[in-house]
């Protein structure tokens, strides 16, 4: 077992992780604790509910996204074409940065009121 294979693992348990608290907040209306800093009083964010219905999409598409990829990756589907398997890594770290700035955006903004 190789350390791609164990990467490739690493981000089907993050893409599920993210699923299942996309879900959760979506079905119970509260912020799940990793998707704030550490120490963050949930119980005093400005607008609670508009985080979950901003969040929640991009929550969800990401969770998919790492799935996916890592599902890809441990099935080494792209073993004989190493270019589009570093293609797909790219495009993944891309989604990673973009999720997390509209997840810094909306808790300035929904969270803290800036």
Do not use: H
């Not at 009083?41 to 219905?53: E, H, L, M, Y």
Request: positive net charge; glycine residues 8%.
């Amino acid at each position: 077992m190789d350390f791609g294979v164990i990467l490739d693992l690493l981000l089907m348990v993050c893409g599920i992780y993210m699923v299942y608290w996309a879900v959760q907040m979506k079905l119970t209306n509260k912020i799940p604790p990793i998707l704030v800093g550490k120490g963050f009083p949930i119980n005093r964010a400005k607008d609670s509910d508009g985080f979950i219905r901003y969040i929640f999409p991009f929550t969800l598409v990401v969770g998919v996204v790492l799935l996916a990829a890592g599902t890809v990756g441990a099935l080494e589907l792209f073993a004989i074409y190493p270019i589009v398997e570093i293609l797909m890594r790219f495009v993944l770290l891309f989604i990673l940065i973009i999720y997390g700035m509209l997840l810094m955006r909306a808790q300035k903004k929904y969270l803290v009121g800036m």
